[in-house]
Structure formats: C-alpha cells, structure tokens
C-alpha cells in the first residue's frame, strides 16, 4: 500500500483530535468566575462579587486576585473548598463542582476579615 491513499484521511484525523483537545482543554476548568478580594475604605474588606449564582453539579474555576495590603484567604467548610492563600498582589486559580441546590459562605477565615465583610454567598439553583 502506497502513502498517498492514506494521504486522503489526514484532514479527517487532524479535524478528530482538533476537536478532541479543544474538548478536553475547554471542559477542565468549566466555567470562569473572576473574583477580586481586598480592603475597602475604614476597616472594611471584600470579595467582589460578594454574590454568585451557578447551577447543582456545574464546574467552575475561580481566579481569585488579590487587591489587598496582606495575606487573604479563600474557603469555604460548607461547599467543601479547602483553604487557600492568596499573598497580596497574587491570582490563585481554585476549581471546584458545585454541590445541591442551597446557599454556601465562602469567606476569608484570617482572624476579623469574615467580620469585616469577607465573605461571598454562592446561590446554586438550576437553570430557569
């Protein structure tokens, strides 16, 4: 068998794995929600967006960007999402698979900063 009728099934097997990579690249983080955390003006502190809405079993990666003067953290006991540092001027990256329908905290647990306002509220509800 000579290389040329194999020739002809080249663009169809550079047309599959094409698609197979861009699947598997585009499904590994699901989808993107940019948070920023930081200090506002007094003693406040933030998480901006503070409210985020997103559907039962949906994957989702939050780059979380640190605004602020100091250390901050991102977690949350009640959607299972376990402590992460964010040093000041720093991006972490924290993929996660939202859990049943319900309204989960998640909140800076660096003494004070919860209590000062550092805490999103994640609404999971389905489509409407």
């Known amino acids: 068998m000579t290389a040329r009728p194999l020739a002809r099934f080249a663009p169809l097997a550079a047309a599959a794995l094409l698609a197979a990579v861009s699947l598997a690249c585009s499904g590994s983080?699901?989808?993107?929600?940019?948070?920023?955390?930081?200090?506002?003006?007094?003693?406040a502190m933030y998480f901006e967006p503070n409210t985020i809405t997103v559907q039962p079993g949906e994957?989702?990666?939050f780059y979380v960007r640190n605004d602020g003067s100091g250390?901050?953290?991102?977690?949350?006991?009640?959607?299972?999402?376990?402590?992460?540092?964010?040093?000041?001027?720093?991006?972490?990256?924290?993929?996660?698979?939202?859990?049943q329908r319900g309204?989960?905290?998640?909140y800076c647990d660096i003494t004070g900063h919860r209590q000062?306002?550092?805490?999103?509220?994640?609404?999971v509800q389905p489509a409407q």
């Open 29 to 43: 983080e699901g989808r993107r929600i940019d948070i920023a955390a930081g200090e506002g003006p007094g003693s």
């Open 59 to 61: 994957k989702i990666t």
């Open 71 to 99: 250390d901050h953290e991102f977690e949350s006991d009640e959607a299972a999402i376990e402590e992460v540092v964010i040093p000041k001027g720093r991006l972490r990256k924290i993929t996660w698979t939202a859990p």
């Open 103 to 106: 309204e989960y905290p998640i």
């Open 116 to 123: 000062a306002g550092m805490e999103l509220i994640v609404r």
